[in-house]
């Protein structure tokens, strides 16, 4: 079955598959060309397109995970497996995730899906006959649905993907802070203070003594250890939330699932790290336009299987064999819709 999914038996362990992609992988060397696209509220988006294909071909945009970038190691092995597909592909880089603090003092989040649709609405302009999918990692994922819910009918997309995703932020919270999971929770702080930090130096640097302000008003970078210390402290303030409470409300994509449209996918591992088992949406949560495939391991994006000379890299499989499959013919197309497929591994 295309869409089965055995865990290597030399990374059983949720955590090593959650690690070995970033720790032990080389990153696949892809030529792409660089965008900037500015926005209405004079900040911009860094756009990383590779594109040996017509302008007609299939495109694909990749978005990444929390404290990550289009340099990723999953983003650049879907883009080379995306163009021996002969599709196209373009990885966007969130607010200051580019390598180059942004210009305002807010950023990203799990909720930001209002970047998401400009950089929809940018794709349809320059490509106006290319097929344009979506697929979201993580942070990533967790904004694609929420997008894919707002917007229904009319998000722009022919399908998309969300690989480990953070259903219900406090859940999230939750998890993270308990076992070998605070690892990651320390990682994670430690990269999102360094944004704040890169943000204010370049504000202290150029003079901006208001936007530097405004971030130095919401509290010292010291104290923080949690997920709710960050988004109580930063989060929620600079993006219109009364506190961290009400950021992962809103920001939550499991509120919004039932309002999707587009045909969407989403790879699940039961085994995530980051995610409780109960935060994973039942099968009457889902519109009959999602098909929910859980397996019993993979840990937080990783799904690899084969052998330790050989490693496979199922998500780099399965995810343009069912993209290619949407754009083909309906009587083509895979039809599980609105249910949870479970495999074990």
Same mark, same amino acid.
């Given at each position: 079955?295309?869409?089965?999914?055995?865990?290597?038996?030399?990374?059983?362990?949720?955590?090593?598959?959650?690690?070995?992609?970033?720790?032990?992988?080389?990153?696949?060397?892809?030529?792409?060309?660089?965008?900037?696209?500015?926005?209405?509220?004079?900040?911009?988006?860094?756009?990383?397109?590779?594109?040996?294909?017509?302008?007609?071909?299939?495109?694909?945009?990749?978005?990444?995970?929390?404290?990550?970038?289009?340099?990723?190691?999953?983003?650049?092995?879907?883009?080379?497996?995306?163009?021996?597909?002969?599709?196209?592909?373009?990885?966007?880089?969130?607010?200051?995730?580019?390598?180059?603090?942004?210009?305002?003092?807010?950023?990203?989040?799990?909720?930001?899906?209002?970047?998401?649709?400009?950089?929809?609405?940018?794709?349809?302009?320059?490509?106006?006959?290319?097929?344009?999918?979506?697929?979201?990692?993580?942070?990533?994922?967790?904004?694609?649905?929420?997008?894919?819910?707002?917007?229904?009918?009319?998000?722009?997309?022919?399908? /998309?993907?969300?690989? %480990?995703?953070?259903? #219900? =932020?406090?859940?999230? &919270?939750?998890?993270?802070?308990? +076992? @070998?999971?605070?690892?990651?929770?320390?990682?994670?702080?430690?990269?999102?203070?360094?944004?704040?930090?890169?943000?204010?130096?370049?504000?202290?640097?150029?003079?901006?003594?208001?936007?530097?302000?405004?971030?130095?008003?919401?509290?010292?970078?010291?104290?923080?250890?949690?997920?709710?210390?960050?988004?109580?402290?930063?989060?929620?303030?600079?993006?219109?939330?009364?506190?961290?409470?009400?950021?992962?409300?809103?920001?939550?994509?499991?509120?919004?699932?039932?309002?999707?449209?587009?045909?969407?996918?989403?790879?699940?591992?039961?085994?995530?790290?980051?995610?409780?088992?109960?935060?994973?949406?039942? /099968?009457?949560?889902? %519109?009959?336009?999602? #098909? =929910?495939?859980?397996? &019993?391991?993979?840990?937080?994006? +990783? @799904?690899?299987?084969?052998?330790?000379?050989?490693?496979?890299?199922?998500?780099?499989?399965?995810?343009?064999?069912?993209?290619?499959?949407?754009?083909?013919?309906?009587?083509?197309?895979?039809?599980?819709?609105?249910?949870?497929?479970?495999?074990?591994?």
């Amino acid at each position: 079955m295309p869409n089965s999914f055995h865990a290597a038996w030399w990374l059983r362990n949720p955590h090593l598959q959650t690690l070995w992609g970033s720790l032990c992988r080389s990153a696949p060397q892809l030529e792409r060309t660089r965008e900037r696209l500015w926005l209405e509220d004079g900040d911009f988006l860094d756009l990383d397109w590779h594109d040996p294909h017509p302008a007609s071909a299939p495109l694909v945009l990749v978005l990444h995970g929390l404290t990550g970038s289009s340099s990723s190691h999953y983003v650049l092995g879907l883009q080379q497996q995306l163009a021996a597909c002969g599709w196209a592909s373009v990885a966007l880089n969130w607010r200051g995730c580019s390598g180059e603090p942004n210009l305002l003092p807010r950023g990203y989040h799990s909720g930001v899906s209002e970047d998401l649709a400009r950089v929809v609405r940018h794709l349809q302009a320059r490509r106006p006959q290319a097929p344009l999918h979506a697929v979201g990692y993580s942070l990533g994922g967790n904004v694609l649905l929420k997008y894919l819910g707002e917007s229904g009918e009319d998000s722009g997309l022919q399908a /998309a993907v969300a690989v %480990s995703v953070p259903f #219900r =932020l406090d859940h999230c &919270a939750e998890r993270i802070d308990q +076992g @070998f999971s605070k690892v990651y929770q320390a990682h994670f702080m430690r990269a999102l203070v360094a944004y704040v930090r890169d943000k204010q130096q370049r504000f202290s640097r150029e003079g901006q003594h208001e936007r530097l302000a405004a971030l130095e008003s919401l509290g010292p970078l010291h104290g923080m250890r949690t997920f709710w210390d960050f988004d109580g402290r930063f989060t929620a303030p600079l993006h219109g939330y009364a506190d961290a409470d009400d950021y992962y409300r809103r920001a939550s994509s499991r509120f919004y699932l039932d309002e999707i449209r587009t045909p969407t996918l989403i790879i699940q591992a039961g085994d995530d790290p980051f995610v409780f088992r109960h935060s994973v949406p039942r /099968a009457h949560e889902l %519109s009959t336009s999602t #098909r =929910l495939e859980l397996h &019993a391991r993979g840990g937080h994006v +990783g @799904f690899i299987g084969g052998s330790p000379a050989q490693p496979d890299y199922y998500l780099e499989r399965r995810i343009p064999q069912w993209l290619v499959a949407q754009s083909s013919s309906p009587t083509n197309r895979d039809q599980s819709w609105g249910k949870r497929t479970f495999s074990g591994s």
